[in-house]
């Protein structure tokens, strides 16, 4: 058993690092070349299909050669393939390197969203559909995220890449819908704001309004107030607030 240990971990590492570590001894080395192939490539199609752009942008040359520090340097937390573009953030956040574009991670963090989103099975909570979003607590779905980025992540691309970051954050709102699809829209700083208060619970949609009025150093008047109240319906109508529970 320990003779079968020791040969499984080298044809591991070999597998994983084939330039630092040899195969195990009595492996054709013909077979040995498609199972090296076969592990890689797996792994590469599976990143590829999370993360399009990036591909794209890097180039086919540069793309491999990130999967192949990936997958010879990162140690998995988990060994479920729809987790596996979780794991490749993980690694870029952990181990950057000096060559890495500077809008590497955000753009890897973007393009996953919309798989966390589609596949977040976390559970509605109990509300009123119907509440009042003034005097009510606004129950926020789920299945959203407000984003903030330094990259203006949604715009690069092949034919696109900034010189540097913009001085003002990338925000976005990403939503999954009632088909399951993911939804992304640029949003302004106060809506940002608002849904980042929402999101703490526990207040009116009005103190929430007041809050934010008193942030933005305005005065929260019938007006204010009015327009805020319209912007909380029109994210219940596109399901960013699924309704109210009552004030304690």
Do not use: C
């Not at 080298?10 to 592990?39: K, Q, S, T, V």
């Not at 393939?81 to 993980?90: D, K, N």
């Not at 181990?95 to 809008?103: M, N, V």
């Not at 990259?151 to 690069?156: D, E, G, K, L």
């Amino acid at each position: 058993m320990a003779d079968l240990r020791q040969q499984q971990s080298a044809f591991a590492a070999h597998l994983r690092d084939p330039a630092a570590n040899p195969p195990p001894p009595g492996i054709e080395p013909r077979r040995m070349a498609i199972y090296r192939d076969l592990f890689f490539n797996n792994i590469a199609g599976l990143l590829a299909a999370n993360f399009p752009v990036i591909r794209r942008t890097l180039g086919e040359d540069a793309w491999r050669a990130l999967v192949r520090r990936f997958y010879s340097t990162h140690r998995s937390r988990t060994p479920l393939f729809p987790e596996l573009a979780r794991e490749f953030i993980r690694f870029l956040e952990e181990s950057p390197d000096p060559g890495d574009p500077p809008w590497l991670r955000e753009l890897a963090h973007y393009e996953w969203i919309e798989l966390a989103v589609q596949i977040d099975d976390s559970p509605l909570p109990a509300h009123d559909p119907a509440g009042d979003l003034l005097d009510g607590i606004p129950v926020l779905s789920p299945w959203i995220r407000a984003l903030a980025y330094d990259w203006p992540v949604h715009t690069i691309g092949p034919d696109h890449v900034p010189p540097a970051a913009p001085g003002a954050p990338t925000l976005l709102l990403v939503r999954r819908d009632g088909d399951g699809s993911a939804r992304f829209a640029a949003i302004s700083p106060l809506v940002y704001r608002l849904l980042e208060l929402l999101g703490e619970g526990g207040h009116s949609g009005r103190a929430r309004l007041q809050a934010l009025a008193a942030e933005a150093g305005v005065e929260a008047d019938a007006g204010f107030l009015a327009q805020g109240a319209t912007m909380l319906e029109r994210m219940r109508a596109e399901g960013t607030i699924k309704g109210t529970v009552p004030r304690a």
